[in-house]
């Protein structure tokens, strides 16, 4: 009996040390930088707690999967972009459900342009543009002789110029974590203009860049650089013109979508808020190199929250909607103001949110 359990306790330690080995010399898939994050700010003034987001409206409850971004159209018919490919639409009062169309890839930003088109950024097809019937068009793969790793967000301008995101030209939909860790810049800010159909690079070494917006008179750009906690401003118009800087910095959070209200507010989905372990192993790329090798399971959780930010034009923070404990709407990853009306998009949830604020 003693030599079995002696046998069997060699055995471990052997594989132990097997995996230690493994784990030290196997190659890593990320090449990782330090950073050190800033200390997050205190959840006081506009970030003090609440419960407001419990008061949301949770719309096709367990009829869609991971509907990252939501439309509305000019018939006020709601439009989610899911785990499965689908595009589903929902009727103005949130019943019913129907496929409106299937992209065969991973629909994240979702928008619609003058025409009724609704424009796509799927993260696996590129940027795409469906018409009412159901029909879809790629508008387009790559820029620059780089194809798009993670297209992410999409918004029009007033000329009609079409706004989006690439979020990593390295990492793809499923690999998000470890542009997070590897803490380099990846991401790409671009423009499609449909009469020429060409893809421009307005803003390149962006730190995954996530969603966009546009300001109220359509002179600068906003777009989320998500692993920097932070919004960054393109000047469109003006004596800055064609010149970027911070609009709002070390957010409480992981910014994901942001949306402007045509009134002078922006609305930005937080993903969860700041997370300790992670902040702590930003400046040490050995354990982040040796932490990308272990299966996604061993890897820090984000915390379940619901938050919601709005800021005004000047880039001050003037309130904020919270889930403490992501009790009702976790995970919010898109914002779409419609009237007094917010629709939340989510990742994972099996939901699409609706807020009134009056």
């Given at each position: 009996?003693?030599?079995?359990?002696?046998?069997?306790?060699?055995?471990?330690l052997?594989?132990?040390?097997?995996?230690l080995?493994?784990?030290?010399v196997s190659p890593?898939?990320?090449?990782?930088?330090?950073?050190?994050?800033?200390?997050?700010?205190?959840?006081?003034?506009?970030?003090a707690?609440?419960?407001?987001?419990r008061r949301?409206e949770?719309?096709?409850?367990?009829?869609v999967?991971?509907?990252?971004?939501?439309?509305?159209?000019?018939a006020?018919?709601?439009y989610?972009?899911?785990?499965d490919?689908r595009?589903?639409?929902?009727a103005?009062d949130?019943?019913?459900?129907?496929t409106?169309?299937?992209?065969?890839?991973?629909?994240?930003g979702?928008?619609?342009?003058?025409?009724g088109?609704?424009?796509?950024a799927?993260?696996k097809k590129?940027?795409?543009?469906?018409?009412?019937?159901?029909?879809?068009?790629v508008?387009a793969?790559?820029?620059?002789?780089v194809?798009?790793?993670?297209?992410?967000?999409?918004?029009?301008?007033?000329?009609g110029?079409?706004?989006?995101?690439?979020?990593?030209?390295?990492?793809?939909?499923?690999?998000h974590?470890?542009?997070?860790?590897?803490?380099r810049?990846?991401g790409?800010l671009l423009?499609?203009d449909?009469?020429?159909k060409?893809?421009?690079v307005?803003?390149?070494?962006?730190?995954?860049a996530?969603?966009?917006?546009l300001?109220?008179?359509?002179?600068?750009?906003?777009?989320v650089?998500?692993?920097?906690?932070?919004?960054r401003?393109?000047?469109?118009?003006?004596?800055?013109a064609?010149?970027?800087?911070?609009f709002?910095?070390?957010?409480?959070?992981?910014?994901?979508?942001?949306?402007?209200?045509?009134?002078?507010?922006?609305?930005?989905?937080m993903?969860?808020?700041r997370?300790a372990?992670?902040?702590?192993?930003q400046?040490?790329?050995w354990?982040?190199?040796l932490l990308?090798k272990?299966p996604s399971?061993?890897?820090?959780?984000?915390?379940?929250?619901?938050?919601?930010?709005?800021y005004d034009e000047?880039?001050?923070l003037l309130?904020?909607?919270?889930?403490p404990?992501?009790?009702h709407?976790?995970?919010?990853?898109?914002v779409?103001?419609?009237?007094?009306?917010?629709y939340?998009?989510?990742?994972?949830?099996?939901?699409?949110g609706r807020?009134?604020l009056?």
């Amino acid at each position: 009996m003693r030599r079995k359990l002696l046998r069997a306790v060699v055995l471990l330690l052997l594989l132990v040390a097997a995996a230690l080995v493994w784990l030290i010399v196997s190659p890593s898939p990320i090449d990782p930088a330090a950073y050190e994050p800033p200390p997050p700010p205190a959840m006081t003034g506009p970030l003090a707690p609440n419960e407001l987001l419990r008061r949301a409206e949770r719309l096709g409850l367990g009829q869609v999967h991971g509907p990252e971004d939501v439309a509305v159209d000019a018939a006020g018919r709601i439009y989610g972009g899911c785990a499965d490919g689908r595009v589903v639409r929902l009727a103005p009062d949130g019943q019913g459900i129907e496929t409106f169309a299937q992209t065969g890839g991973r629909p994240l930003g979702l928008h619609f342009d003058a025409a009724g088109n609704l424009l796509v950024a799927d993260a696996k097809k590129g940027l795409l543009s469906i018409d009412p019937t159901g029909r879809i068009d790629v508008l387009a793969t790559g820029a620059e002789g780089v194809p798009f790793g993670f297209t992410d967000d999409v918004k029009t301008g007033a000329d009609g110029t079409v706004y989006f995101t690439d979020a990593s030209d390295r990492f793809g939909i499923g690999e998000h974590l470890y542009d997070l860790l590897e803490a380099r810049p990846h991401g790409r800010l671009l423009a499609y203009d449909p009469a020429s159909k060409k893809v421009r690079v307005l803003l390149r070494d962006l730190y995954f860049a996530n969603g966009v917006a546009l300001s109220q008179a359509g002179d600068f750009l906003l777009v989320v650089e998500t692993y920097r906690n932070r919004l960054r401003r393109l000047w469109l118009r003006g004596p800055r013109a064609g010149t970027s800087d911070v609009f709002a910095d070390n957010l409480p959070g992981y910014p994901d979508g942001v949306a402007a209200d045509g009134r002078g507010t922006f609305w930005v989905a937080m993903f969860t808020v700041r997370n300790a372990m992670a902040d702590r192993l930003q400046p040490r790329p050995w354990a982040k190199r040796l932490l990308a090798k272990l299966p996604s399971f061993a890897w820090p959780k984000p915390e379940s929250y619901g938050l919601v930010l709005a800021y005004d034009e000047q880039g001050r923070l003037l309130r904020s909607l919270q889930d403490p404990g992501g009790k009702h709407v976790p995970i919010i990853t898109s914002v779409q103001p419609e009237g007094d009306v917010l629709y939340l998009g989510t990742l994972t949830g099996d939901w699409i949110g609706r807020y009134r604020l009056k």
